[in-house]
């Protein structure tokens, strides 16, 4: 009897203790989870969740500087780090389940973003090449920008879904 409630509560507990980060909610162009932009270091985000995969990153924006960028695949996050390694690039990739505070992710909708957010500072539209022509718009808040992806419905309705958020913070 005692092997048996063993198993019950090891069964349990496998599936159903939380994550440990599953406190990663995306605070609107400011945070995800304890990573905070232009405050959170690369040490603080180790402890927090892992050291992640390095990879160079440069950015346009700021004289083609050049920084380091840790990918978390298995989360679906890439961190950008200054020179001083504090956060100053958040961006949430497909794969990643974490949700704003007002419920906006990966696959919500360009109205569900207004309807949290607000008419957007900004709204551009590009076309990317892949193996075939794709629509992205990219609307942009302050420190934030949402890429949505055109997803073509059987009726030949186009909606948008979120596809990319990347947060930032260039002050530093």
Sequence with gaps: M?????IITSVFLLFFTPDKNDDLIIIHGKSLGKIVLGKTTKKEVENYIGKGKKETFYY????????????????????CYTKGDTIFNITIKKNCKYKTDKGIGIGSSIEDVKKAY???????????????????????????????????????????????????????
């Design 2 to 6: 005692k092997i048996l409630i063993t």
């Design 60 to 79: 346009l924006n700021r004289n083609e500087k050049k920084s380091n960028k840790y990918v978390y695949p298995d989360r679906g996050i890439e961190l």
């Design 118 to 172: 607000g008419e957007p500072e900004n709204i551009k539209t590009t076309e990317k090449l892949y193996s075939m022509k794709s629509i992205i718009i990219g609307i942009d808040y302050k420190h934030i920008n949402y890429s949505l992806e055109a997803q073509f419905q059987n009726d030949d309705k186009i909606v948008y879904k979120v596809d990319e958020i990347d947060m930032y913070n260039y002050d530093f």
